[in-house]
T-cell receptor, first 109, second 116 residues
Framework: GQNIDQPTEMTATEGAIVQINCTYQ??????LFWYQQHAGEAPTFLSY????GLEEKGRFSSFLSRSKGYSYLLLKELQMKDSASYLC??????????FGQGTTLQVKP | DADVTQTPRNRITKTGKRIMLECSQT?????MYWYRQDPGLGLRLIYY???????NKGEISDGYSVSRQAQAKFSLSLESAIPNQTALYFC????FGSGEPYNEQFFGPGTRLTVL
């Protein structure tokens, strides 16, 4: 079967760094996505990892370890607008995306 | 103009009514998907279609049906709506074989459905 786990909620302070973890079990792994979703809005693409290592994109970075079934999303210099849900999703050779339940991040002043 | 559109954006209906949610895309993608989102449960796949003649059930297809009228249109129907189908529904598209990121999905704005 397929299973994706990520924390339900996290809280961090404006200007700080936060790391959101995701662990997964899946067959036919092809890559891992992180999406950002503000309340009531559509998910939007943040990052994609297919090989082990760190992908950096501005304030956001994403890491993947395929052997450990583990990824994290790192958000630096947090801003109030980063308050949102962050969805970890795994794609496989079935052509589908399997989503975790999402992590709701609250950034406080 | 938005690449993936959904109509209606909001709908309130009564138990037992038939409801159709529509999705259109101008991205030229072959693959289309319907998800529902409930608090604490993430996005769950209802149905998906890899081309006009292809329809597949997702993890929660009971109580739903779909129609792929054209490459650009994919509709979701609730034949007899029930209250536990109250949720936020998203349509998404992806392009097969366009390289990486493989199977990146692009989402419509969502339809908030309430069944009383």
């Amino acid at each position: 079967g397929q299973n994706i786990d990520q924390p339900t909620e996290m809280t961090a302070t404006e200007g700080a760094i936060v790391q959101i973890n995701c662990t997964y079990q899946t067959s036919g792994f092809n890559g891992l996505f992180w999406y950002q979703q503000h309340a009531g809005e559509a998910p939007t693409f943040l990052s994609y990892n297919v090989l082990d290592g760190l992908e950096e994109k501005g304030r956001f970075s994403s890491f993947l370890s395929r052997s450990k079934g583990y990824s994290y999303l790192l958000l630096k210099e947090l801003q109030m607008k980063d308050s949102a849900s962050y969805l970890c999703a795994v794609t496989s050779n079935t052509g589908k995306l399997i989503f975790g339940q999402g992590t709701t991040l609250q950034v406080k002043p | 103009d938005a690449d993936v559109t959904q109509t209606p954006r909001n709908r309130i209906t009564k138990t037992g009514k038939r409801i159709m949610l529509e999705c259109s895309q101008t991205k030229g993608h072959d693959r289309m998907y319907w998800y529902r989102q409930d608090p604490g449960l993430g996005l769950r796949l209802i149905y998906y279609s890899f081309d006009v003649k292809d329809i597949n059930k997702g993890e929660i297809s009971d109580g739903y049906s779909v129609s792929r009228q054209a490459q650009a249109k994919f509709s979701l129907s609730l034949e007899s709506a029930i209250p536990n189908q109250t949720a936020l529904y998203f349509c998404a598209t992806s392009d097969f074989g366009s390289g990486e990121p493989y199977n990146e999905q692009f989402f419509g704005p969502g339809t908030r459905l309430t069944v009383l």
